[in-house]
Each structure stands twice: as C-alpha cells, then as structure tokens.
C-alpha cells in the first residue's frame, strides 16, 4: 500500500521510491495519472488499472498473481490507497487468502489539512464525501450533530457551496477550515465560520479538490 503525492510529486518518499521499482507490478487507480509520477523519477515498472469501476476479474487476476509469488504496489491517485478509494477490496482478498500486506506510509489530505487546520486534533471524525442528494445531505449533518470532535470532509468543487450551505443550517454557524488544492501550485487555505465560507465562494466559483474541516461546536 504505497502513499503517492496529494499534488505536489516531490511529496515522495525515498521509500515508495525505491518500492515502486522493484515490484513485479503496479495497481493503479488511474494509470494516466500515476504514470506522470513514474516518469517524474524514471520508473518503468508495468501498471494494471485498478478502480471502483473495474471488473471483478481484474480483481482476481491481481490475487492470483500475488498468490504466484509476485509483489504489487497498490497505489490510488492521490494519497494513501485504500481510503475514500477501492483499495480496500484488494486488500480484503489478499488478507482473507494469508498474503501480507505492508503498509508505506505518506502523504495524506486528511492529516495535512488538520495541520493547517488550528483545531484541536487529539481526535476527530473522517466521514469522506457526503451525499449528492439534498435530503440525504441533511439527514447527514443531522446526524453529526452531537459530534464533539472536527469533521473532515472531501467534496469537489461542483457540490462545495451546496455542502457548505448544507452545514450552516444544520450545524449552525460553526468554525471551519477549507484547503484548497492542497501542496498544488493554487492551493488555497479558507478560515473562518460556515457561513462566511458560504459567503466567500458564492463570490469565488471553487474550482479544483477540497477538504473541509468542520470545527466542534462551543462548549457552553
């Protein structure tokens, strides 16, 4: 399970370097996008695509080449696999038949924007993408209500207001932090309340990846 970059490809381990190249195989959310980190460092290793979308024989036929005896680097596009991705179904199989599976470590967007984040992060709450649908979104939030801890969300820019919008009714007008493109050369960083988010990119169309962390309410 090798972690790649969130953006920026000097975000690399000289492990996940070197691991790269010596495996037999690289499973890959999305060959096109990994193949641009593998040229950056001069990696040749062959690539299988690997996504939510692929078909149950892909699966398979990457099992059983780990049951012959050969080494795959699981990676998704950005950051750690297995995460708001597929991986873990990979992973699951390859458990349940006795393969180990060996974990290196890296970037990831959830850690990086709780550290710009200012909040309290002994604990928090990682709930990935919420729901398309408005009454799914609410009924979302509603039940994160009690939450005590951030939330850390990832949401794209074509439902980011709507989501924002979404917890500034239910939540009410809580701190939050939006990162922007994070390590990317337009990375943004947004502080404030809820409803001045809401505010600032209804003047500001959002545009690129993002990981909103919603803070904890006042302790009263």
Do not use: W
Not at 47 to 74: C, D, N, V, W, Y
Not at 129 to 135: D, L, S, T
Not at 154 to 175: I, M
């Amino acid at each position: 399970m090798v972690a790649t970059p969130i953006g920026n490809l000097e975000d690399i381990t000289l492990r996940a370097l070197r691991v790269l190249q010596e495996v037999a195989l690289i499973a890959a959310e999305d060959t096109r996008h990994t193949r641009k980190l593998l040229a950056r460092y001069t990696i040749e290793t062959p690539m299988l695509s690997f996504h939510k979308h692929s078909p149950p024989a892909r699966l398979r036929e990457l099992l059983q080449r780990l049951e012959a005896g050969e080494s795959i680097a699981l990676v998704t596009d950005a950051g750690t696999p297995g995460i708001s991705d597929p991986g873990a179904a990979l992973v699951k199989a390859a458990l349940e038949s006795g393969i180990p599976v060996v974990p290196v470590p890296g970037p990831s967007a959830i850690t990086a924007a709780l550290s710009v984040s200012g909040f309290p992060a002994q604990r928090f709450r990682f709930e990935g993408f919420p729901p398309r649908k408005e009454g799914a979104r609410t009924r979302f939030f509603e039940a994160l209500q009690a939450e005590d801890a951030p939330i850390v969300l990832f949401e794209s820019p074509y439902r980011l207001l709507k989501t924002l919008q979404t917890a500034h009714t239910v939540l009410g007008n809580r701190p939050v932090t939006v990162c922007r493109e994070m390590t990317k050369q337009f990375e943004q960083i947004f502080h404030g309340t809820l409803g001045e988010a809401v505010a600032h990119y209804q003047q500001h169309a959002p545009r690129g990846e993002f990981v909103i962390i919603i803070g904890a309410p006042k302790q009263e």
